[in-house]
């Protein structure tokens, strides 16, 4: 099974960027759809972004459509996520995910996914 591993959180102002990594351990992640989730003190878990395994398609929540970016480099056996214009309600534990599924029901839709890293803080001060 793969087992995703998430880097890259930190401390950032407010309009500034950061880019988080999904690396996976054990098998390759390149079969797999990868998502991410955040999750924020008191809320429940939320969906960011997606992208099939092919990169083809991606998904984004409304409320980071047009900041965030979700790319994958197979070779590399990496997803990230650029976060750009970031805004003190970003502020969260982003969770990188993975799944076999590729419909877009599934692919925003924390439930679908089986595999999941422990997550990486993302804070941002204004």
């Known amino acids: 099974q793969v087992q995703p591993v998430e880097s890259g959180g930190g401390l950032v102002q407010v309009g500034g960027s950061l880019r988080l990594s999904c690396a996976a351990a054990g098998r390759t992640i390149s079969a797999y759809t990868v998502g991410w989730f955040r999750q924020a003190p008191g809320k429940e878990r939320e969906f960011v972004a997606a992208?099939?395994?092919?990169?083809?398609?991606?998904y984004y929540a409304d409320f980071v459509k047009g900041r965030f970016t979700i790319s994958r480099d197979n070779a590399k056996n990496t997803v990230w996520l650029q976060m750009n214009s970031l805004k003190p309600e970003d502020t969260a534990v982003y969770y990188c995910?993975?799944?076999?599924?590729?419909?877009?029901?599934?692919?925003?839709?924390?439930?679908?996914?089986?595999?999941w890293g422990q997550g990486t803080q993302v804070t941002v001060s204004s």
């Open positions: 995910a993975a799944q076999g599924a590729f419909t877009p029901q599934a692919m925003t839709n924390h439930l679908s996914y089986a595999y």
């Open positions: 992208i099939n395994w092919t990169g083809g398609s991606t």
